[in-house]
C-alpha cells in the first residue's frame, strides 16, 4: 500500500476496517497495480499479490516495521461447490524435521530451500548489526535491513503454508494433524527449524480456516507415542529422536519414521470422528 496512510495510523500497528460497505477496487494500468477506496480515507495505491476471489468481507490493515503496509482481504466462498471425489479421502500429516511433512501415503513435502537461504541471510545481516556501534547512522542502516529479512521471511512462509494448505484442501476431505499445543515444539537453535516450526503452525491454521468452505475438515490428534506406536502392530518401539527409520522388533515393519508416524496420525483421526480402520493391538 502506499507509504500516504502512514501519518494517519502511525501509532497503531494494526487496525481493522469494515468493508463490507465500501470495498471497490479499480484496475490501473498495469495489472499489479490497482487502486483500492476505503470510506474516510479515499484512494489508496496498491499492489495486489494474486487476484481477490469471492466477495470482500473484511479488510485487515497491518503495519509493518519496515515502514510498509499490508492490506489483507478475507472473503467469503459460500458458492463454491464441494468436489464430491474428496468424500471418503483422508490423510495423516506428521510435520517436522527432515522433510517439512510427511504424509500418510508416504508422500513427503520438502523443506523449501528459502528456509536454510534466509537462514544464513538472516545470520549474515544480524552480524553485521552486532558489529554496528551503538547510536551510528550505520547500526539504523543495519537494523533496517535485518527487519527487511525478517518481513521477507514471514511473507515467503506465509507463502508456502499458503499453497500446501490448498492443495491438501484440494485433495482431502479429512486431514489429521498432531496438536502441535500439546506436542510443545522443541526449543531448538537451529534457526531453519524455528522457521520451520512457525510455518507449521501456519499450516495447520490455515489449512483449517480453508477447510470448511472447500467441505474438508481438519482433526487435530494427541501427538503422544505417534512416532513411537508401530502402526501395523500397534506395540511401542522405543526409539531416539536421530533414528529416522521405524524398525519394529515385533512385527518387522521396517518404514521411514516420518511415515510411520503419519499412519498413526490417519487412523487417530479416523477415530477422532468415529470411524475405526486398522485395530491397532491393546497396549
Ligand atoms: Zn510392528
Known amino acids: 500500500m502506499g507509504r500516504s496512510l502512514k501519518p494517519f495510523k502511525e501509532t497503531i500497528s494494526r487496525a481493522e476496517v469494515d468493508m463490507t460497505r465500501s470495498p471497490i477496487l479499480r484496475k490501473g494500468s498495469r495489472s499489479i497495480l490497482e487502486r483500492m477506496y476505503l470510506s474516510k480515507i479515499g484512494d489508496i495505491k496498491i499492489k495486489l499479490h494474486r487476484p481477490i476471489e469471492g466477495k470482500i ?10 515502514g510498509k503496509w499490508y492490506a489483507c482481504f478475507s472473503v467469503g466462498q ?18 517436522g524435521l527432515e522433510s517439512f511433512a ?7 513435502i520438502a523443506n523449501p530451500r528459502f528456509f536454510r537461504e534466509e537462514e544464513h541471510e538472516l545470520a549474515r545481516v544480524q552480524r553485521i548489526l552486532s558489529r554496528a556501534p551503538k547510536g551510528t547512522p ?10 527487511r529479512v525478517h518481513e521477507r521471511i514471514a511473507n515467503k512462509r506465509y507463502e508456502f503454508a499458503h499453497q500446501i494448505s490448498n492443495q491438501l484442501v484440494n485433495r482431502y476431505g479429512l486431514i489429521a494433524f498432531e496438536d502441535l499445543n500439546i506436542k510443545g515444539m522443541m526449543q531448538n537453535h537451529n534457526l531453519a527449524k524455528s522457521i520451520g516450526d512457525v510455518a507449521w503452525n501456519m499450516l495447520v491454521t490455515l489449512t483449517s480456516y480453508k477447510a ?7 482433526v487435530l490428534v494427541d501427538p503422544r507415542n505417534t512416532s513411537k506406536m508401530c502402526s501395523r502392530c500397534g506395540i511401542l518401539v522405543q526409539k531416539d529422536l536421530s533414528e529416522r527409520v521405524h524398525n519394529c522388533t515385533q512385527c518387522g515393519l521396517s518404514i521411514d519414521g516420518d511415515w510411520n508416524a ?22
Open 138 to 147: 550505520e547500526r539504523k542502516k543495519a537494523l533496517e535491513i535485518v527487519e
Open 262 to 283: 503419519a499412519i498413526n496420525i490417519h487412523r487417530l483421526g479416523l477415530q477422532s470422528v468415529g470411524i475405526q480402520s486398522v485395530q491397532a493391538r491393546p497396549l
Open 78 to 95: 459460500e458458492d463454491l461447490p464441494k468436489p464430491p471425489w474428496k468424500d471418503g479421502s483422508l490423510v495423516g500429516v506428521d510435520v
Open 57 to 66: 468481507k473484511r479488510l485487515t490493515v497491518r503495519w509493518a516495521a519496515t
Open 102 to 108: 510427511t504424509l500418510s501415503n508416504g508422500e513427503k
Open 212 to 218: 470448511a468452505s472447500a467441505g474438508s475438515m481438519v
